[in-house]
């Protein structure tokens, strides 16, 4: 499999985001501790084995693993929180210090459980070739052929790709959990791992104490949506620009920058040699409108990086595109999906319900566009059963939720979590105002959630905080926010 299938998809599909760190050690059955990058606490390890098939229990097997954050001082010792990683496709124990980090206000009183989902990271990772920044750099994605390289990445997978949806996975976090003997969890998902939570929310409602959804993916909504989700966040970055000053000032046309940036390279891609943005050596770049709009896309997900957007336009419009490839090489390995079960998910419970008019609305942006045309060629031949009907239902449920959505969001809009929340009756629902995906990781919400997983009561949280003004100021130079007279 060659190495870009996997990169070009993440580019254009993943919903989530978040930058993983690499576990020290192998969580296996016959070691029982380990180390992650940037934790200095000794973590319990191990792990089950489950049938790949839940229908053929005497067939194929397949180990899923995880990983527990030890409590600081353990007082609900039958009880932890559940961290589940977003994607789909990503590992949650690869990201055990940004879960740490996110939850370590209720980890003074509970572990946190970290499960590798079942075809992402040590659970039998259903990945395609390893990547290359280099060659999504040089690749002309106008000539992309998503079925050759489908067909290529679904050969080289040892496993049935269609036993990796996320209802045979809801199953096996459950196993593992009464394996390590926890009575109760406290479920933490972000992104599409607020789907999983929701699925866990559903068929096993007993088995959990309280449930926050961080960048909330209803049950009724198909990934493809994010292509208005993209375009509105795209919007408001060129509102906030021109509400402020300074920036205002030093990109006065950036709309029409933008436009005629997408219409040129439209006709004309460029094609030229470039400085590697990591090795500074000469590489060769071929910039499409899809690609220079999804290296945008990406630095919407974080408030850093997205303040250099107004900047990277402008030089991309004055024909430098090393900004541009700054913002690509910046979110080196936080596209590192397994695409199998990428694949798994999103062609077996989102492109099966795509009507006449959700294509249609996924037209009305370049994103969503490039979306449909994917799919539509590559899940055709990963040949993922669609789910049933009754997958989309919203989820009715009585257990306190707590969701958390970020105004700014690219992937999952606030008016998503509304969607979700409809037939849940101890729900609550808080937005920051100044955080784009992932709100847990941007601002007080670790401390709101470990006060729900304290009281059990959405009502005793103040959300006060996530009003704090933690907003960037936008880049004006390649150096500093301070506005360069002699920079035009």
């Known amino acids: 499999m060659t190495q870009r299938y996997s990169r070009w998809i993440a580019l254009l599909m993943g919903l989530g985001l978040c930058h993983a760190l690499p576990m020290s050690a192998q969580a296996t059955e016959q070691s029982s501790s380990c180390y992650a990058e940037g934790l200095s606490d000794q973590l319990k390890c191990g792990s089950v084995e489950v049938a790949e098939n839940p229908k053929k229990p005497n067939g194929r097997k397949i180990q899923i693993h995880y990983v527990v954050i030890p409590a600081i001082k353990n007082l609900a010792p039958k009880e932890a929180i559940l ?28 572990d946190i459980l970290l499960i590798d989902q079942r075809g992402t990271g040590q659970s039998n990772k259903l990945a395609c070739a390893g990547e290359d920044l280099t060659d999504i750099i040089k690749l002309n994605d106008d000539a992309y052929d998503s079925a050759k390289e489908t067909r290529e990445c679904k050969a080289a ?57 961080d960048g909330v993916v209803p049950m009724s909504q198909s990934v493809l949506a994010i292509g208005s989700a993209i375009a509105r966040a795209q919007e408001l970055v060129f509102e906030d620009c021109e509400q402020d000053k300074s920036c205002r000032q030093t990109y006065p046309k950036l709309r029409q920058d933008f436009e005629q940036i997408q219409q040129s390279l439209e006709e004309y891609p460029v094609m030229e040699k470039v400085h590697h943005p990591v090795t500074g050596k000469t590489a060769l770049l071929t910039l499409t409108r899809n690609k220079f709009l999804g290296s945008l896309r990406l630095a919407l997900y974080s408030p850093a990086v997205r303040s250099l ?24 390995g936080s596209m590192d999906m397994a695409m199998g079960m990428h694949a798994a998910v999103v062609c077996g419970e989102d492109w099966p319900r795509l009507t006449a008019s959700l294509r249609q609305q996924a037209e009305q942006s370049v994103m969503g566009q490039e979306m449909l045309k994917a799919l539509d060629a590559s899940c055709p031949i990963w040949d993922i059963p669609p789910v049933s009907k009754a997958f989309a239902a919203p989820i009715s449920s009585d257990i306190p939720t707590l969701l958390l959505s970020g105004e700014k969001d690219p992937a999952t809009p606030p008016k998503w979590a509304e969607m979700a929340m409809q037939k849940m009756s101890k729900a609550r629902h808080l937005v920051s105002p100044y955080a784009t995906h992932n709100v847990a990781a941007q601002s007080c919400a670790g401390e709101l959630i470990a006060k729900l997983i304290e009281t059990d009561d959405t009502n005793a ?8 003004d933690v907003r960037r100021s936008f880049y004006l130079n390649a150096s500093s926010v301070e506005p360069l007279p002699e920079d035009k």
């Open 83 to 110: 961290g589940i990683a977003g994607g789909p496709g990503q590992s949650a124990i690869e990201s055990a210090a940004s879960f740490e980090r996110m939850l370590s206000k209720a980890r003074q009183h509970r």
């Open 157 to 213: 997978l040892d496993a049935d790709v269609t036993q990796y949806g996320s209802e045979q996975a809801l199953d096996d976090f459950e196993v593992v959990r009464q394996h390590l003997g926890y009575e109760k969890l406290h479920l933490y998902g972000v992104s599409y791992g607020t789907r999983m939570a929701q699925l866990y929310m559903r068929k096993y409602p007993q088995a959990l104490k309280t449930v926050t959804l």
């Open 309 to 332: 957007l107004p900047f990277a336009i402008h030089q991309a419009y004055r024909k430098n595109y090393q900004p541009i490839l700054g913002l690509l090489a910046m979110q080196d």
């Open 461 to 468: 949280i103040d959300g006060e905080c996530l009003q704090k």
